[in-house]
């Protein structure tokens, strides 16, 4: 039970991530249109700005650290699943999870991307979108086995 509702959290929580941060490409875009009133920059308030970087980090935490303990080849999240358990299990852990780091991929891919040329329209995008991706590459080095070469 511990391990559904702590699934539920998660995915809540990536929910929540993926929403701010398409309301704050919505802000971005419309920044640099002129005349657009549909998303204006009071649209995205401090609280949305402190809570995409708070939750962003909680979800790029999970990613790294379920990325890290999973074997190179096999599905994040398989772990917590029993030796002996059913290949239904195996089916259902396997998409959820690859689910929710191909949304935290897009969503971070996103943000970084939208930062780029929209650089000043909403530097907490920009800043986040930046961050994510040194988090991407740690994520892939913790799931890869891999560590920087060593003189």
């Given amino acids: 039970m511990n391990k559904i509702f702590g699934g539920l959290i998660s995915v809540i929580l990536l929910g929540i991530y993926l929403h701010l941060t398409v309301i704050a490409v919505l802000v971005a875009r419309c920044a640099d249109r002129p005349g657009c009133t549909d998303y204006t920059i009071a649209y995205f308030n401090d609280g949305m700005a402190q809570a995409l970087s ?11 650290a379920e990325l890290a303990l999973a074997k190179p080849g096999q599905a994040p999240g398989l772990r917590v699943l029993a030796n002996d358990a059913s290949t239904a299990a195996v089916r259902t852990v396997t ?12 969503t971070g891919l996103t943000a970084f991307l939208v930062g780029l040329y929209h650089p000043d329209a909403m530097p907490v995008l920009t800043t986040h979108g930046q961050a994510w991706l040194g988090l991407a ?15």
């Fill in 137 to 151: 590459v740690s994520a892939a080095y913790a799931y890869f086995g891999l560590s920087p070469l060593e003189r």
């Fill in 54 to 64: 708070v939750i962003g980090g909680l979800v790029s935490a999970l990613v790294i």
């Fill in 95 to 106: 998409v959820i999870a690859l689910s929710f780091v191909l949304v935290w991929i897009g």
